[in-house]
Structure formats: structure tokens, C-alpha cells
């Protein structure tokens, strides 16, 4: 378990870095995703070494466990992320449209 959460954190430091130090809103954009991933990793870690799942009663009566809560979360975290980098990616399109650049810096005003 530690080597996991090791992992995660370092990912999630990554990411922190990168959106606080990258003016590019693209590299922003890429830190999330860090950030985001290491989430999911944990999530992983927390289902595989945490307490065991409660068992489920299958249509034959039979008690399953099958422990997917981390991956199941991670799949929400993954689809999260790809929603949240379709609508930023417009939007950044966007405002490279209207001011000829992606720096983050520049977005002093936002009207519509």
C-alpha cells in the first residue's frame, strides 16, 4: 500500500506544481489531470488494501464480494476528467480566438 500512496502523492505534487507554476492554461490543464490521476490511484489502493467489500447476494443466492468501489470511483474520476478537459479545452480555444494567446496571466477581463 505504501508504494501506491507514494506514487499518488508524487503525482499529486505534480500536478500542484504544475498548475501553480505553468502560465500556458494547456499545462494548467495537464496538472489537473495529475492531480486527478493520482486521485484515482488511491481510490485503487484504498479498494485493494482497505477493509473487504460487504458481500452481495447474487440472483442465486450466493454471497459475492466483489470490491470494485476503487475502480468504479476511478472510472467516475476518469470520465470527470474527460468532461472537465472537453469544456476547458473549448474554453481555452475560445480565448485564444479573442486574444491570440493561452497565458493565463492575460485573462485579466472575461466578458462575455
Known amino acids: 500500500m505504501t508504494g501506491y500512496l507514494l506514487v499518488s502523492a508524487v503525482l499529486l505534487t505534480c500536478g500542484v ?5 505553468k502560465r500556458n492554461a494547456v499545462g494548467v490543464l ?3 489531470e495529475l ?20 458481500p ?7 454471497a459475492v464480494g ?9 472510472l467516475f474520476v476518469i470520465v470527470l476528467a474527460a468532461a472537465e478537459a472537453a469544456v ?3 474554453i481555452v480555444l475560445a480565448f485564444f480566438n479573442q486574444h491570440g ?3 493565463v496571466d492575460a485573462a485579466s477581463e472575461l466578458r462575455g
Open 35 to 54: 492531480a486527478l490521476n493520482a486521485a484515482s490511484v488511491n481510490f485503487v489502493a484504498a479498494a485493494e488494501f482497505g477493509p473487504p467489500a460487504a
Open 56 to 62: 452481495v447476494r447474487s440472483i442465486a443466492g450466493d
Open 88 to 90: 476547458a479545452l473549448a
Open 30 to 32: 495537464m496538472g489537473v
Open 66 to 74: 466483489i470490491g470494485l468501489d476503487g475502480q468504479i470511483a476511478a
Open 17 to 21: 506544481v504544475c498548475m501553480a507554476t
Open 101 to 103: 494567446t493561452a497565458d
